[in-house]
């Protein structure tokens, strides 16, 4: 019952996605074609709402679920290392039509084909902890 919560709100976001054709294989491709302006609406959007969220976290000291204050980062920027991840990224993006958020959405809609995605962001995941160490940040 603790994490209830969480999944309700994983269900909501589940479901906004699925009806905002955010999981569409066909809007994806329209975005990285250039063809239509909803995935990068939808990204604009989601970008200013997370710059605005992250200030009303930092000016208002909000607490987590476990009553610890949520610190922001303030790493430097790098612009060397988020070019080739969000290349990397953009890629497997690109590769499978699926951005990792919805991947579970997917395998409930399309079924057994998206568990090579989630394979994939596993696989991905785990080599960058073994990386990690030689990697810059």
Same mark, same amino acid.
């Given at each position: 019952m603790k994490y209830l919560r969480f999944l309700i #709100? @994983?269900?909501?976001? @589940?479901?906004?996605?699925s009806k905002g054709e955010?999981?569409?294989?066909?809007?994806?491709?329209? #975005?990285?074609?250039?063809q239509s302006f909803h #995935?990068?609406?939808?990204?604009?959007? +989601?970008v200013v709402l997370g710059i605005l969220t992250i200030?009303?976290?930092k000016r208002a000291r909000l607490k987590d679920y476990q009553g610890n204050? *949520?610190?922001?980062?303030?790493?430097e920027p790098g612009y060397a290392r988020n070019l080739i991840?969000?290349?990397i990224f953009g890629l497997g993006w690109a590769m499978t039509g699926a951005c990792p958020g919805?991947?579970? *959405?997917? /395998? @409930?809609?399309w079924g057994w084909p998206?568990? /090579? +995605?989630?394979?994939? +962001?596993? /696989?991905?995941?785990?080599?960058? @902890? /073994?990386?990690q160490r030689y990697l810059w940040h």
């Open positions: #709100m @994983g269900v909501l976001f @589940g479901i906004t996605l955010i999981i569409s294989w066909y809007r994806i491709q329209e #975005m990285f074609r250039f #995935m990068y609406g939808v990204i604009g959007s +989601a200030q009303f976290i204050y *949520i610190q922001v980062s303030t790493q991840g969000g290349t919805p991947l579970f *959405i997917l /395998l @409930g809609f998206f568990l /090579l +995605a989630i394979l994939g +962001a596993v /696989l991905g995941t785990f080599t960058y @902890g /073994l990386l």
